[in-house]
Each structure stands twice: as C-alpha cells, then as structure tokens.
T-cell receptor, first 115, second 114 residues
Framework: NAGVTQTPKFRVLKTGQSMTLLCAQDMNHEYMYWYRQDPGMGLRLIHYSVGEGTTAKGEVPDGYNVSRLKKQNFLLGLESAAPSQTSVYFC??????????????FGNGTRLTVT | AQSVTQLGSHVSVSEGALVLLRCNYSSSVPPYLFWYVQYPNQGLQLLLKYTSAATLVKGINGFEAEFKKSETSFHLTKPSAHMSDAAEYFCAVTEGNQGGKLIFGQGTELSVKP
C-alpha cells in the first residue's frame, strides 16, 4: 500500500536549470496538491488539481508549472530554478466529498537545493 | 480570505504535563479545521478535523481540539505528554467553497522533556 510517492527524494540544481518533480498516488483520489515547506512559514500551496486535466493556482504559483494528465500523477515543473526555490516540496492527495473536508494524504517530500 | 495563526513556534513541556498548542483562524464562512503532525523527515499526518459536527473533536494518540466560534480558535490539547509526541504540529483551515485550498499555519514545534 504505497499511498503517495514522490520522486526524487533529494535534488541539487544550479540556478537556471530545470527539473520535474513527480507525484504518484494509488488511492484513486480526485484531488492532488503541491506544497512547499520553509522554516517558520508552514506549508504554502503552490498549485492544486481537482481532477484529471484540471489545475489551479495556489498561494505561491510563480516560477512553477504543473500538469495532471493522468488521475494518479501530478507533476511539478521548475523551468528556470532560482535559489529562492530551495525548499522541501510535498505532494498530497485527497478524495472527493464535494465539500473539500476530506483529509490530505502526504508524500514524504522532496528536498531541493538550488545553488 | 482565510488564514491561520499558530501562537508560539516552539513549545516545551515535561513528560506527563498538559500539552496546549494554540491556533486561531480567520474565515468569512464556517470553516473546516484540521490539525496535522509531522515527524522528522516525514510528510504530515492527520491528527483530527472539525467539520461542523461536535465542537469537541477527538483525534489519534490522545489529542483533542475544541472549536470555539466566538474566539475563532481551535486549540489542540493532550492531558499528558509522552516523549513520542515530540514533533511539529500544524493547524490548517479550508472553506468549503474554495475548491480544496487548505491553508496551513506556521507550525509549532513541540519538545517533551523527560
């Protein structure tokens, strides 16, 4: 029972490089989310998706793009990495109740350092 | 707009003592409120949630929280701390009409002294 799986676990990028973070869930959840966690700031929502083929912006979307081509996968892309994007990235998913009160299931995070 | 404020970035208690972690929220409509816990190098796990049923909510590991609309608070408590409770705790809020946007507080790191 894998739950939410994030790859890679660690990555170091140079400024200007690009990369894609992959999130996969095996719980048939409708909703998926990408958060970043920074010390003293809690988790901030980057982008989210309420279904296959749909995405929406969260609190801090600038510098990131996402895609949800398959229900079980949610990709987060950095086109041109900046040091300010050094963070721990968490993917989460939840099932649909129509009221958005279902709990989030989190992956174990990706630690990204941009030098 | 919805928001969450956690009072105190670090809380330290002795083993066996009361745990009280404070959370205040701002919401223009009746909110859904959550507490999550994060152990080192792991993702977040749900402790408990409030979704407009009973105002006193019981969660896992002996934790509970009380929703107080008049005080816009949702404080987390546990009568007797255990060493294994040491972790970071996050309060979060969402509004049912916001399409799944869960907003987190800054987090409170709980230390438990022997």
């Amino acid at each position: 029972n894998a739950g939410v799986t994030q790859t890679p676990k660690f990555r170091v990028l140079k400024t200007g490089q690009s990369m894609t973070l992959l999130c996969a869930q095996d719980m048939n959840h409708e909703y998926m989310y990408w958060y970043r966690q920074d010390p003293g700031m809690g988790l901030r929502l980057i982008h989210y998706s309420v279904g296959e083929g749909t995405t929406a912006k969260g609190e801090v979307p600038d510098g990131y793009n996402v895609s949800r081509l398959k229900k079980q996968n949610f990709l987060l892309g950095l086109e041109s990495a900046a040091p300010s994007q050094t963070s721990v990235y968490f993917c989460a998913s939840s099932y649909s109740t129509g009221r958005f009160d279902s709990p989030l299931h989190f992956g174990n995070g990706t630690r990204l350092t941009v030098t | 707009a919805q928001s969450v404020t956690q009072l105190g970035s670090h809380v330290s208690v002795s083993e066996g003592a009361l745990v009280l972690l404070r959370c205040n929220y701002s919401s223009s409509v009746p909110p859904y409120l959550f507490w999550y816990v994060q152990y080192p190098n792991q993702g977040l796990q749900l402790l408990l949630k409030y979704t407009s049923a009973a105002t006193l909510v019981k969660g896992i590991n002996g934790f509970e929280a009380e929703f107080k609309k008049s005080e816009t608070s949702f404080h987390l408590t546990k009568p007797s701390a255990h060493m294994s409770d040491a972790a970071e705790y996050f309060c979060a809020v969402t509004e049912g009409n916001q399409g799944g946007k869960l907003i987190f507080g800054q987090g409170t790191e709980l230390s438990v002294k022997p």
